[in-house]
């Protein structure tokens, strides 16, 4: 179970507390209504799903109540930091790119186990 | 329950072991009844007794004995029982401690343990090699589930479950701490105290029942000059003393998750006579670490070679542990089979309590010197370079054949055990559990830690640590504090192999068995890499090996060493398979806790539950909610209450519990700018005192929920939603409030469980409630249709709602929750008297699709647009923005043909539709046939006198007037396409 720290409560709960929401840094386009429709599927329909370091929101739905944004490592499952809705995408330090790449080769994908056996 | 010395067993050496002689327990085994010592395992207590046949084989049914003496036991697996309910199959001989009473019964054996009928499959064995059952049993396909499965389950198998509920209860414990130390042994002790002298707060964890770890057989190790084990017990005493400390015995972590949580199963009675009634059976702990020091240790693999399986060939440290601890010989007469120095010290112990050891058969050249010397000395036949090629007797080893290696003079040498070691494979589980990466050693023929995911470190055994002062430097340090503690050991140990032993090479075809529960030889690995499965996860699952309940603890490396052999690669290419949770299996009990029976999913009722029970209702499931589903008067069934209900609605009134729809309060100054930009609707333009019907859609365009809301202020809305939709729709709001409309001054609280809800419906509405409601005037014509207004219902504050879901006149009836079974009695006491009724669920859907209201959920499935529904009405033309503006507009969405709600009458009015049912414009057309939708709710309607369906049909409201049919299994049902407005077409009744 994942240890998430809520940018508003300023602590650190478990999992349970929170609900993921999705991708972050999409914003609503301010002329929704005249944008084409492959801006509206940009928008709506399509997201990265990258594995490695990811920004998404979640919401600490039985704590504060509060959507946030987290940068996370899908691979290793580590938050690298967490903060308020409405700031911009912070950077990742260097360093923390570099453990993101390292600890790919842990996922069981067929390019980690079989693919490496033929 | 007391016992002379000579009946706790033949095999109980005198002064050795630790337990206390007067203190017995008697249990049974197979129905035979046995004495044994309290701290004794099921295990150490039969072997005392010379019963070394505990269980068949999984697959060949082979005779078993007992191979460990600790978790890692594939072999000794057994049915543990008080009584019929409190039966556990599959337990651990060698884990599980004796108790008086006990019901001990072997497993898999059928008619006796020493007469098996399935041992015939060992006969059939060339028929049974790896993947025979993916290759045999593949047709024809309908046999599988009728003849081949309950068959093999049947054969091939383990213990039985009971059928009776599980009597004990469980408890459950959530903890946090600065240091979890799993495993106590030296390493673990020696870090939890140095932990605790930082002043940390520590959880120090054990599976045994005692701490201890492999002091428990490890009679030479002094620390500080004491007696290893003596040492263990004091230390842990002094921990235990601590206020900082929590110790843990009879306790394993079995699952290392995600940061630093972990779970342990805490097994609190199993090993009591007489459990107190209040104490759970066990308890699972549920731990976030911020640091953890796994001191798990390692495990001896047993030697892979032809009939390693019999009963009496065991670990040597498990000999040891037995004679050491339990003061049990494991034999008279013992040989030894060793890759590794540790098994000598098992010689020494057991010559020096009187056993007499045939020999010492060493694989290697060259032993460690010392052992060597040890063993001369004492006067044991060590056979170094030479190797057990076979062993013989049915039910127990009687004899071993040994062979020089490379030579071919065969010599068999009488025994009546057989201790064996291959070496020591660290415990790392918990370690790739935490998604830490190992690394091979190559010099040590093992995997260690290499890589941290989490903030953890490896001490002793499982870090590969075999130096006992280079140990406990390495544990003081991961505890963070300081400690003096001195170690020694008489030797040093060294060797250890991984694979197939002399005799059972690649060129062999004997039964040298790696993973013992799933009856997997080195045959049958070479043969999964022959068929060309090169991959580790491959050849595991090809071959089952390690995917048993021991999980492969002994016979991975094996495995994986026979693997790279005949792939010619070496081992760290040939990779490691993923080790997961649980370490051990952890019970259902433990892992369910509370929440089973009442507790497994909570019920929601409303305030007039009670009352409605009383009134003889039905409850049906909506969400976790428990909602009136019909009120069945003398004599009725479902059928006929629903008609009564739905009858008496429309004819006098009906009375009807809605507190389960979700309610959310929109309040503040930017309330009605927010709900323009959530609902489809307008609503600045709606006046305080007014509802109106909204319709919420996602961005996509497809409706998302639906409700009634009152505006009560120019900033205060009462939002409605659907009984299932309260939770999510609050969340969808709170979502763009938050993060696209920040700058709306809008506050959202969910009210659903603060308002008791009573819809009165019918003809009568107004004559029922008007004598209660005071403060506003309900009137038709100062309180129409769609008004809202606050007031008091019988003294009680209330907002009252003119609404309808039925199409009649009607009021909703909102009062605080508390207030809401008297509120509800004194309407019900004067709606009886007028001749109304109580109507449920059943009769509200019956009601409404007679109007052609839809239910968000039930006739739309999130594909469904408002125009779809026909509710193109509520969508605002004027507004620039909502959610879901853009969405409308998609070429798919705007399309001609789409699928739209419409009304369905059966050319045979007596023919009730099944909800679900696909609709086509052909019968007789060939399959697949075009399906033009489906039958989305269809009801005997009383008050039509005919069944009414609604259905999802292409083009539907331009097929008005069309018949389609409806396909059947037994029949094809012709349907009249109509609009959705069954009864009072022109709607005049809802303005009565």
């Given at each position: 179970m994942l240890l998430i720290h809520c940018p508003y409560c300023e602590e650190a709960r478990s999992e349970l507390?929170?609900?993921?929401?999705?991708?972050?840094?999409?914003?609503?386009?301010?002329?929704?209504?005249?944008?084409?429709?492959?801006?509206?599927?940009?928008?709506?329909?399509?997201?990265?799903?990258?594995?490695?370091?990811?920004?998404?929101?979640?919401?600490h739905i039985h704590g504060c109540g509060r959507f946030f944004n987290a940068a996370r490592d899908t691979v290793s499952d580590r938050f690298v930091m967490t903060y308020k809705a409405g700031l911009p995408k912070q950077p990742v330090p260097p360093a923390e790119k570099v453990s993101a790449i390292a600890e790919e080769k842990t996922v069981e994908t067929w390019e980690a186990t079989e693919g490496d056996a033929r | 329950m007391s016992g002379s010395s000579n009946n706790?067993?033949?095999?109980?050496?005198?002064?050795?072991?630790?337990?206390?002689?007067?203190?017995?327990?008697?249990?049974?085994?197979?129905?035979?009844?046995?004495?044994?010592?309290?701290?004794?395992?099921?295990?150490?207590?039969?072997?005392?007794?010379?019963?070394?046949?505990?269980g068949r084989s999984f697959k060949y049914h082979r005779p078993r004995g007992i191979l460990s003496a600790g978790a890692e036991e594939p072999n000794a697996l057994i049915d543990v029982s008080r009584d019929a309910a409190?039966?556990?199959?599959?337990?651990?001989?060698?884990?599980?401690?004796?108790?008086?009473?006990?019901?001990?019964?072997?497993?898999?054996?059928?008619p006796s343990l020493k007469f098996d009928v399935g041992a015939f499959n060992d006969l059939l064995s060339p028929f049974f090699a790896a993947g025979f059952y993916y290759k045999t049993f593949m047709w024809p396909k309908e046999a599988w589930t009728r003849v081949y499965e309950p068959f093999i389950r049947r054969a091939a198998g383990l213990g039985v479950a009971p059928k009776e509920e599980d009597p004990d209860h469980y408890a459950n414990r959530y903890a946090h701490c600065d240091v979890l130390i799993a495993g106590a042994g030296v390493a673990g002790l020696t870090a939890a105290l140095s932990a605790a002298a930082t002043g940390a707060s520590v959880i120090l964890v054990d599976e045994q029942a005692e701490v201890g770890g492999a002091l428990h057989f490890d009679a030479s190790t002094k620390i500080d000059g004491r007696n290893g084990y003596d040492w263990a017990q004091?230390?842990?005493?002094?921990?235990?003393?601590?206020?900082?400390?929590?110790?843990?015995?009879?306790?394993?972590?079995?699952?290392?998750?995600?940061?630093?949580?972990?779970?342990?199963?805490?097994?609190?009675?199993?090993?009591?006579?007489?459990?107190?009634?209040?104490?759970?059976?066990?308890?699972?702990?549920?731990?976030?670490?911020?640091?953890?020091?796994?001191?798990?240790?390692?495990?001896?693999?047993?030697?892979?070679?032809?009939?390693?399986?019999?009963?009496?060939?065991?670990?040597?440290?498990?000999?040891?542990?037995?004679?050491?601890?339990h003061g049990v010989a494991v034999g008279r007469n013992v040989g030894v089979y060793t890759a590794h120095d540790s098994a000598y010290e098992a010689a020494f112990d057991l010559k020096r309590a009187g056993v007499s050891i045939a020999a010492i058969v060493d694989c290697r050249?060259?032993?460690?010197?010392?052992?060597?010397?040890?063993?001369?000395?004492?006067?044991?036949?060590?056979?170094t370079g030479h190797s057990v090629t076979d062993t013989f007797g049915r039910l127990r080893i009687s004899s071993m054949t040994v062979v020089r290696n490379g030579g071919s003079n065969a010599r068999k040498i009488k025994v009546d055990a057989l201790i064996v070691s291959a070496g020591w494979t660290p415990s790392v589980h918990l370690f790739s559990q935490s998604r830490g990466k190992l690394r091979f050693d190559e010099k040590g023929q093992r995997f260690l830690p290499d890589i941290y995911a989490q903030d953890c470190v490896s001490v002793g055994g499982c870090n590969g640590t075999d130096d006992l002062a280079e140990l406990i430097d390495e544990a003081i340090a991961a505890g963070g504090g300081s400690v003096a503690l001195a170690g020694e050991n008489r030797f040093d140990w060294t060797g250890g192999?991984?694979?197939?032993?002399?005799?059972?090479?690649?060129?062999?075809?004997?039964?040298?068995?790696?993973?013992?529960?799933?009856?997997?030889?080195?045959?049958?690995?070479?043969?999964?890499?022959?068929?060309?499965?090169?991959?580790?996860?491959?050849?595991?699952?090809?071959?089952?090996?390690?995917?048993?309940?021991?999980?492969?603890?002994?016979?991975?490396?094996?495995?994986?060493?026979?693997?790279?052999?005949?792939?010619?690669?070496?081992?760290?290419q040939v990779g490691l398979t993923t080790f997961r949770a649980p370490y051990t299996p952890v019970t259902y009990g433990t892992l369910i806790n509370h929440s089973r029976g009442d507790l497994f999913d909570p019920a929601r009722k409303t305030p007039m539950h009670a009352l409605e029970a009383a009134e003889g209702a039905e409850f049906e499931d909506v969400g976790n909610w428990k909602r009136a589903w019909y009120f069945p008067?003398?004599?009725?069934?479902?059928?006929?209450?629903?008609?009564?209900?739905?009858?008496?609605?429309?004819?006098?009134?009906?009375?009807?519990?809605?507190?389960?729809?979700?309610?959310?309060?929109?309040?503040?100054?930017?309330?009605?700018?927010?709900?323009?930009?959530?609902?489809?609707?307008?609503?600045?333009?709606?006046?305080?005192?007014?509802?109106?019907?909204?319709?919420?859609?996602?961005?996509?365009?497809?409706?998302?929920?639906?409700?009634?809301?009152?505006?009560?202020?120019?900033?205060?809305?009462?939002?409605?939603?659907?009984?299932?939709?309260?939770?999510?729709?609050?969340?969808?709001?709170?979502?763009?409030?938050?993060?696209?409309?920040?700058?709306?001054?809008?506050?959202?609280?969910?009210?659903?469980?603060?308002?008791?809800?009573?819809?009165?419906?019918?003809?009568?509405?107004r004559e029922i409630v008007q004598p209660f409601v005071e403060g506003v005037d309900i009137s038709n014509e100062a309180f129409p249709h769609m008004s809202v207004a606050e007031c008091t219902v019988t003294g009680v504050p209330a907002r009252l709602f003119r609404v309808s879901f039925t199409g009649e006149l009607g009021f909703e009836i909102n009062v605080p929750a508390d207030y809401g079974p008297a509120v509800w009695k004194a309407i019900w006491e004067r709606a009886e008297a007028m001749g109304a009724c109580l109507y449920g669920t059943e009769t509200m859907h019956v009601l409404r699709a007679e109007k052609g209201y839809i239910i968000v959920g039930q006739d739309t499935d999130g594909t469904v647009t408002p125009d779809d529904a026909g509710l193109g009405w509520a969508v605002s033309k004027k507004k620039t923005d909502f959610v879901g503006i853009r969405g409308l507009k998609r070429p798919d969405l705007v399309r001609d043909g789409r699928k739209q709600l419409v009304g369905l009458l059966t050319n045979k009015p007596s023919d009730v539709l099944e909800e679900g049912a696909q609709i086509v414009a052909d019968p007789n057309q060939p399959k697949p046939m075009t399906m033009l939708g489906h039958v989305t709710s269809a009801y005997w309607s009383e008050n039509c006198g005919r069944s009414i369906a609604i259905a999802l049909v292409a083009g539907g409201r331009a097929r008005i007037g069309q018949t389609l049919y409806v396909p059947m299994k037994d029949r094809t049902i012709a349907v009249e396409v109509t609009d959705m407005v069954f009864f009072d077409k022109e709607g005049g009744r809802i303005n009565g």
């Open positions: 507390e929170f609900r993921w929401a999705g991708e972050a840094h999409i914003a609503r386009p301010e002329n929704i209504a005249a944008i084409t429709d492959e801006e509206f599927a940009e928008y709506f329909f399509l997201r990265n799903n990258e594995k490695g370091l990811t920004y998404e929101r979640w919401r | 706790l067993g033949a095999f109980r050496i005198k002064g050795a072991g630790r337990h206390t002689p007067a203190r017995t327990a008697r249990f049974t085994f197979d129905g035979k009844t046995y004495t044994a010592m309290e701290g004794d395992t099921v295990a150490s207590a039969l072997l005392a007794h010379g019963v070394h046949l505990v409190r039966r556990q199959p599959n337990v651990r001989a060698t884990v599980q401690e004796v108790f008086d009473g006990a019901k001990i019964s072997s497993q898999n054996r059928w004091a230390a842990a005493a002094k921990l235990k003393a601590m206020p900082n400390v929590t110790v843990l015995t009879r306790t394993t972590v079995f699952g290392y998750y995600n940061h630093g949580f972990l779970g342990l199963a805490e097994r609190v009675t199993d090993h009591l006579a007489r459990p107190g009634k209040s104490l759970p059976r066990e308890r699972l702990w549920q731990v976030r670490a911020k640091r953890v020091v796994l001191a798990t240790g390692s495990i001896e693999r047993h030697m892979v070679f032809s009939n390693n399986d019999r009963p009496g060939i065991m670990l040597a440290s498990a000999a040891r542990t037995f004679l050491n601890h050249a060259e032993p460690g010197e010392a052992v060597l010397a040890e063993a001369r000395s004492l006067g044991i036949d060590v056979l192999m991984i694979g197939a032993a002399e005799g059972a090479g690649p060129d062999t075809v004997v039964k040298a068995f790696i993973d013992f529960q799933h009856d997997v030889t080195a045959k049958d690995i070479r043969l999964a890499v022959r068929e060309g499965m090169h991959s580790i996860e491959h050849i595991k699952r090809f071959t089952t090996n390690g995917m048993a309940s021991d999980q492969g603890k002994l016979s991975n490396m094996h495995g994986l060493a026979i693997a790279a052999e005949v792939l010619d690669r070496p081992i760290p008067r003398r004599g009725e069934d479902m059928h006929a209450a629903v008609n009564r209900e739905c009858r008496t609605v429309r004819e006098v009134a009906g009375v009807f519990d809605a507190s389960t729809l979700g309610k959310i309060e929109v309040v503040g100054p930017d309330a009605a700018q927010f709900l323009n930009l959530i609902y489809t609707n307008a609503w600045d333009t709606l006046k305080p005192g007014k509802c109106r019907y909204g319709i919420m859609t996602r961005e996509d365009g497809f409706i998302y929920d639906d409700g009634v809301v009152g505006r009560l202020a120019e900033d205060r809305f009462h939002v409605t939603t659907t009984t299932g939709g309260a939770p999510r729709v609050l969340h969808h709001m709170e979502d763009y409030l938050q993060t696209e409309f920040p700058h709306l001054k809008v506050w959202l609280t969910s009210t659903t469980e603060q308002w008791a809800v009573i819809a009165v419906q019918g003809p009568k509405a």
